[in-house]
């Protein structure tokens, strides 16, 4: 199970699951929407926020706020101690009172969302750190984590290459420590932890080893360089000796069970995404829209090719991409055409003319992405540019490992790719969120918000003739883009069963993988990673519940409307909100609490 490791930092010792923010490198085209009438506490309560965040929040996660382009504690790590998360639990059971005797009452309706979102939180953080207890639980989190730290500080041209690999050497100098701090903490893990911990670590020494030194090849600075090769060297080492731990000594003892129960799934699920809906009536609703997707799939199949079967079309449909050399321009064609037909039929405002920049993944990322964005955080002062990032093919593999790679990049994938992470997805969403001139939801929000809107976009592009836009003449290509566009939604439908399923119920690994294959339409190798995931991300459901909430939330304000709604206002007036849970999105929208389900 490779490392992943994206622009949105996921610190998995804290299990913050709201998603980083984005700030535009452009000015914007869009005019913030007029706030509400202000409360009487929106100041003081703001006020509050602004302490927690600048006292608590960015001091206690500093990669974190490295990656918001926060530089302040770029030479500062995570204190993995159990003393260090003891110290946090208290503070964060202060912070909870503080916030839980806010009066409600005094605020304004954006106010009290973000509120919510403030106090979602810091109870998430809590039920993590004292609950589900990922730190002394799985050990990932700390070879993972430290990596993730290493690697923000790589990501960005934020300042000259010296000023960053000084700073990389002040936090490499405190990773040794985190790992003998792993040694105190864990203690009977879940196998299947201590096993993936023992799969990504090669990937890391690796990281460490090759990547790290080629992103700082251009220093000059003999001294420096110096520096870095000693406490690089000693992360190499201690992870190689914390390899060798987990092996020996960890993973003998590794009889603990990686699931959550029912109690604390819908807690996480109440706190992370606001949604309170029971776990029966989730699968019912999930179980529905993965058998409509079957059943679509299997009818448009049909007419593609009568006498083959759903897997004999699924692998056509893998056969039918670019060659190698012309990936990078088949994705900037692809750009071009959704550009074009989301300005023809007023699909969304995009807030600046200026795409991402194209480019091939730099060589530090390729064995841990295929394709990504890659953004600027909010508050980043200097490297504002936007990064579409596209892994080509190396040039030493052979021309069987190049056709495997190469059916990842079919074109119906290329365009849900480029749907999804670029227009109107995340990057569309990114432009929006200069418009966001709010602290709490530049930084706080909601997974079934982020992803739910781009898994959403998918779908929604091709309802609206997207298919026929682009390929006008062509039936059979519209017909694969859909089916692109189908087997996306089966593996996201099978996540969400998935992760109740094993979380909630006794459902084993292998019926897990099972369920990915027959009823996802996934490979029995993606069905197994898919597996692995869902064992310490149980809630990886968002994608089809925030595109299932989206759906819901536009069909209420389509019927509130009537012949007065028009689309692109509708998706305007959603990124006008940043990205914090739907059912906050609903109250803005619709002015009243109906459910998001």
């Known amino acids: 199970m490779p490392l992943t490791m ?20 452009a000015p914007s085209t869009v005019k913030a929407a007029a706030g509400p009438a202000s409360g009487p506490g929106d100041a003081e309560f703001m006020a509050l926020a602004d302490r927690y965040i600048d006292k608590l929040y960015l001091p206690t996660q500093p990669s974190t706020a490295t990656a918001l382009g926060v530089h302040s504690y770029d030479d500062q790590l995570e204190d993995y101690s159990k003393a260090g998360m003891n110290r946090l639990t208290e503070r964060l059971q202060h912070w909870e009172a503080r916030l839980t005797a806010v009066n409600m009452a005094n605020l304004s309706e954006t106010v009290r969302g973000d509120h919510a979102l403030l106090l979602s939180n810091v109870r998430s953080t809590l039920q993590s750190l004292t609950v589900l207890k990922p730190w002394q639980y799985n050990p990932d989190v700390y070879s993972s984590g430290i990596t993730s730290s290493a690697f923000t500080l790589m990501e960005r041209n934020f300042a000259p290459a010296e000023q960053r690999l000084r700073l990389l050497v002040a936090r490499e100098a405190k990773m040794p420590a985190v790992l003998a701090a792993a040694r105190i903490n864990l203690s009977h893990p879940p196998k299947v932890y201590t096993e993936i911990a023992l799969e990504q670590l090669p990937g890391l020494i690796g990281f460490f080893s090759k990547d790290v030194p080629l992103a700082f090849k251009d220093v000059t600075d003999s001294a420096l360089l110096e520096q870095f090769s000693t406490s690089n060297a000693a992360v190499i080492k201690a992870l190689t000796e914390y390899q060798q731990w987990l092996q020996n000594d960890l993973l003998p003892k590794s009889d603990g069970d990686f699931r959550i129960g029912t109690d604390n799934f819908q807690r996480k699920l109440a706190l992370d995404e606001m949604v309170t809906t029971p776990i029966d009536q989730l699968l019912a609703l999930d179980l529905a829209n993965l058998h409509a997707n079957q059943a679509e799939f299997a009818r448009i199949a049909k007419e593609l090719e009568p006498t083959k079967t759903v897997r004999e079309v699924l692998a056509e449909l893998a056969a039918n991409h670019p060659p190698p050399d012309q990936l990078l321009s088949a994705f900037k064609d692809t750009f071009k055409g959704l550009v074009s037909f989301i300005n023809a039929k007023h699909i969304i405002t995009i807030p600046s003319p200026i795409p991402p920049l194209l480019e091939e993944t730099p060589p530090f990322m390729r064995a841990t992405t295929f394709a990504s964005m890659d953004t600027p955080g909010p508050f980043e002062p200097t490297a504002k540019e936007a990064y579409f990032n596209v892994t080509l093919p190396e040039a030493s593999w052979s021309d069987e490992r190049v056709a495997q790679f190469m059916a990842q990049f079919s074109y119906p994938v290329i365009n849900a790719v480029a749907t ?34 781009a898994h959403y976009c998918e779908q929604m592009m091709l309802d609206e003739g997207l298919a026929q836009a682009l390929f006008p003449t062509d039936l059979r290509q519209q017909k694969f883009l859909r089916l692109g566009e189908l087997q996306d939604a089966l593996l996201r439908n099978a996540r969400f069963y998935v992760g109740i399923k094993l ?11 099972d369920f990915f294959v027959n009823e996802g339409y996934q490979s029995p190798a993606v069905g ?8 310490s991300n149980p809630t990886y459901l968002y994608y089809t519940l925030g595109k299932l909430e989206i759906m819901k939330l536009r069909k209420d304000v ?14 305007d007036d959603f990124m006008k909100e940043g990205s914090p849970p739907i059912q906050i999105v609903r109250r803005a929208m619709l002015h009243d609490d109906s459910p998001a389900l």
């Open 528 to 535: 197994l990673v898919e597996t692995k995931r869902g064992t």
């Open 6 to 25: 994206t622009k949105r930092i996921i610190l998995s010792l804290l299990l913050c699951t709201g998603p980083l923010a984005l700030s535009a490198p």
């Open 558 to 571: 389509q019927a509130k409307l009537g012949k007065h709604f028009n689309l692109q206002t509708f998706h």
């Open 503 to 513: 979380h909630t119920t006794d459902m084993s690994l292998e019926d897990a993988v």
């Open 420 to 453: 999804h992470e670029a227009y109107p997805g995340h990057y569309t969403q990114f432009l929006w969120m200069f418009n966001v001139h709010d602290r709490v939801r530049k930084i706080f929000g909601a997974n079934s918000n982020v992803e739910g809107w």
